[in-house]
């Protein structure tokens, strides 16, 4: 039965690997042109549309019941849309680390910012209670506001401190957060009785607006642990690479208290603190975990294949040669630290409506080591490493051994963390580089610049 199951995940896995191999090749095809009369009409864009829907097509059906069969078990399900958060929150930390060179383990902290925050705006909305969604929209539109305002103005004084420029950012975030909870108050009332009740769902508490809420609350959570990382990230990041690391597991490590005592310290009572909060609609579908990944997977692409893109490498390789050049080192690591907790709120709120539970001990800093082992597997500074590692990891690791070791005993899966550390360790004395290095494929391979000749070098070889 072992060797079956063993069998079946590493077809799974192969079958996973193709897929997106397929997908990023299609995606990446340019030049398609079709002759209409005399005009050529460039059509690679709708190749790379087409191949897409194709590519959420296929993994739709295998998802859909025939019956008694289908091809992806509800079992499968839950691993595949927890894997599509676990891309998005290890491509936040690949551009962290990987390609920006700053050693962070606070990615599963704002993971659980992300879940908690569009939990908690979904939760309230079937019970009848808007002010979730009104509290943190505004909070975090004024708060995006106030920092851009703050920039400007600071850009016109010269060598302020870091510490006095956050107590400034922190006055202005902090005065954001309770014009939205005082605009909560005086909107929620007439809004609320479109609502209605759990029981009795009113008119906005449908089908299409719920999932126009979902789609709200999972942008807004991505925006608010962004919001969170850019005033943690502001004087943490003047210190060194190791130092920083140190920094974020701590942060991690109170997020976690804050969620322990939600109920007590917080005043959140629908989390429950400890015991885990329940009830929270289970709106995430394959459509929904598709789309919010290639948003995550593309705005990424497209920022490594910019010139932004191209200053965060820089501080990667050389600082000093980096600041040499004109660029603002401190401004490029906080940037790449709060566009990498962007993507991990918008992971949390994916996998909090997936599961519809949340307990405190899903993102305690023991688990929070997962996305650092998955861009090391998978190959710093490579995207198509974290996608297929992401994958790989949580169909093998997470799925198929632990209902292996599940069967030996109720403690054996526990083995798994004794399992991790190991395989990484061997990793790392045969392919220190990752599984596939610095490959990427298709869509999100970067352009080959031809050189060009000089004319000395022609004249150089017909001499």
């Not at 093998?396 to 599940?406: H, K, M, P, V, Y």
């Amino acid at each position: 039965m072992d060797i079956t199951t063993l069998l079946i995940s590493f077809v799974k896995i192969v079958a996973v690997v193709a897929y997106f191999y397929g997908l990023f090749w299609v995606m990446g095809i340019k030049g398609k042109k079709i002759q209409l009369g005399k005009k050529e009409f460039d059509i690679s864009i709708l190749v790379n549309i087409f191949g897409v829907f194709i590519g959420f097509l296929l993994i739709q059906l295998a998802l859909t019941p025939f019956g008694s069969f289908s091809i992806l078990t509800n079992f499968d399900r839950g691993l595949l849309f927890q894997a599509c958060s676990m891309v998005m929150v290890a491509l936040g930390l690949n551009l962290i680390y990987g390609f920006n060179g700053q050693f962070s383990l606070g990615q599963y902290g704002f993971y659980g910012i992300g879940a908690y925050t569009a939990a908690d705006i979904t939760y309230r909305w079937v019970n009848g209670d808007s002010r979730g969604l009104i509290v943190v929209g505004i909070g975090t539109i004024l708060g995006a506001v106030v920092i851009m305002l703050i920039r400007k103005f600071l850009t016109n004084l010269r060598r302020m401190p870091v510490l006095s420029s956050f107590t400034l950012y922190l006055i202005g975030s902090v005065l954001a957060g309770v014009v939205a909870v005082f605009a909560g108050k005086l909107i929620a009332p007439a809004i609320n009785p479109f609502l209605g009740s759990a029981l009795q769902p009113g008119l906005l508490n449908q089908q299409v607006p719920m999932y126009f809420v979902f789609f709200l609350a999972v942008i807004f959570a991505g925006i608010f642990a962004a919001e969170v990382s850019f005033l943690f990230g502001l004087p943490v990041l003047s210190l060194g690479s190791d130092y920083f690391g140190i920094a974020t597991l701590g942060f991690t490590i109170v997020v976690y208290t804050l969620m322990v005592n939600s109920d007590t310290i917080l005043p959140f009572p629908e989390m429950k603190g400890g015991r885990g909060m329940i009830g929270i609609p289970k709106l995430t579908t394959w459509f929904w975990a598709f789309l919010f990944m290639m948003l995550v997977i593309i705005t990424m692409r497209n920022i490594i294949r910019s010139s932004t893109g191209r200053s965060i490498m820089s501080v990667r390789e050389d600082e000093i040669a980096a600041r040499s050049m004109g660029i603002d080192v401190a401004e490029t690591k906080l940037m790449s630290f709060v566009i990498g907790s962007l993507f991990a709120g918008i992971g949390g709120g994916v996998y909090a409506h997936y599961i519809g539970f949340l307990s405190p001990g899903a993102f305690d800093f023991l688990v929070g080591f997962n996305p650092l082992i998955i861009i090391v597997f998978g190959g710093l500074g490579s995207m198509t490493g974290t996608i297929t590692a992401s994958f790989g990891w949580i169909f093998f690791l997470e799925g198929t051994l632990r209902e292996i070791l599940g069967k030996i005993s109720t403690e054996a899966p526990s083995w798994r963390y004794v399992l991790y550390p190991l395989t990484l360790l061997l990793l790392m004395l045969v392919r220190p580089q990752g599984l596939l290095g610095s490959v990427e494929w298709g869509y999100l391979k970067s352009k080959v610049i031809p050189l060009r000749k000089s004319k000395n070098t022609d004249e150089v070889k017909s001499a």
